[in-house]
């Protein structure tokens, strides 16, 4: 069974930066559209945003656009998420996971599509 490593999370302060970073298995890329999702206890996860493996085309949340940005690469098997500006509404535990259903995202983040989640990696904004 396949499991995700998340990495990157941290402390930072309101407008800083972090780097998450998702190690996947070899061929996962060219196969299923990645996610970003994160969760606060007793919330719902959160659709951030996904990567297609199709064309390499992505998608951000509304609550993300403008400061987060999705990237891959094939040859070393890892996703990253590039979170600037940060908010404290933003702390939360972010994990990936790959969409057996999709290889082109989609604008609907539907977590029961997704498979393989991680650990999660916490992030905290706070002064």
């Known amino acids: 069974q396949w499991r995700f490593a998340e990495y990157g999370g941290g402390l930072v302060q309101p407008g800083g930066s972090l780097r998450l970073s998702c190690v996947v298995p070899?061929?996962?890329?060219?196969?299923?559209?990645l996610g970003w999702f994160r969760q606060a206890p007793g919330k719902e996860r959160e659709g951030v945003s996904c990567?297609?493996?199709?064309?390499?085309?992505?998608i951000l949340a509304d609550s993300v656009k403008g400061r987060f940005t999705i990237s891959r690469d094939i040859v070393k098997n890892t996703v990253s998420l590039q979170m600037n500006s940060l908010k404290p509404e933003d702390t939360d535990v972010y994990y990936c996971?790959?969409?057996?259903?999709?290889?082109?995202?989609?604008?609907?983040?539907?977590?029961?599509?997704?498979?393989?989640w991680g650990q999660g990696t916490q992030v905290t904004v706070s002064s």
């Open positions: 996971a790959a969409n057996l259903v999709r290889r082109l995202c989609v604008t609907e983040f539907r977590a029961h599509e997704y498979a393989y």
């Open positions: 070899d061929s996962t890329l060219n196969h299923y559209a």
């Open positions: 990567i297609s493996s199709s064309d390499g085309s992505t």
